[in-house]
């Protein structure tokens, strides 16, 4: 049985279907994680990926008039 590393809530996934690098999500915290390892199998939290692209271009893009 897999838990959710966040709230410890039992996570309905079928062990012998999941994939190394597969995303699954804790349907009571919302939180997603990653398979990193099968035999055991352990979760690691997805990070969020912060796009600083977009705030260098907002700020070229401001009108300061």
Do not use: R
Not at 6 to 20: A, G, K, Q
Request: aromatic share 4%; hydrophobic share 25%; charged share 45%.
């Amino acid at each position: 049985m897999i838990y959710c590393p966040e709230c410890d809530t039992h996570l309905d996934v079928d062990e012998e279907e999941i994939d190394e690098g597969e995303i699954i999500s804790c349907p009571e915290c919302g939180s997603d994680f990653e398979v990193t390892t099968l035999n055991p199998i352990e979760l690691k939290p997805v990070e969020e990926e912060i796009d600083d692209d977009d705030d260098e271009e907002e700020a070229e893009d401001a009108d300061y008039s």
